[in-house]
Nanobody, 123 residues
Framework: QVQLVESGGGLVQAGGSLRLSCAAS????????MAWFRQAPGKEREFVAAITWSGTTYYAESVKGRFTISRDNTMKMVYLQMNSLKPGDTAVYYC?????????????????WGQGTQVTVSS
């Protein structure tokens, strides 16, 4: 079992930055793929970024060059550094974990989810 708890969301002006954190429990964290997804009101949950157990990273085109995902296996933490934020980035951001292979951008391939943290970017 893995439990995930996100933090770091908030209200920021366009062009600003936020750093999201995801604290994970469980002894197998280092063997998991981790990802961030987001969901805006009235929209489907969408992929933001992923980092595999080996450290390979993937990003949605909409955030590439602005967001950076990282992990600290010792601390069992995953981070999402978000720079140059836009109003279109406003959403609830979710941390997710999985121990199987599959399309890294597909929510259905992730087994564990946090409760989410709200990010609001004002214009």
């Amino acid at each position: 079992q893995v439990q995930l708890v996100e933090s770091g969301g908030g209200l920021v002006q366009a062009g600003g930055s936020l750093r999201l954190s995801c604290a994970a429990s469980g002894q197998t964290f280092s063997s998991s793929d981790m990802a961030w997804f987001r969901q805006a009101p009235g929209k489907e949950r969408e992929f933001v970024a992923a980092i595999t157990w080996s450290g390979t990273t993937y990003y949605a085109e909409s955030v590439k060059g602005r967001f950076t995902i990282s992990r600290d296996n010792t601390m069992k933490m995953v981070y999402l550094q978000m720079n140059s934020l836009k109003p279109g980035d406003t959403a609830v951001y979710y941390c997710a974990a999985r121990f199987n292979a599959g399309r890294y951008y597909a929510p259905a391939t992730y087994d564990y989810w946090g409760q989410g943290t709200q990010v609001t970017v004002s214009s």
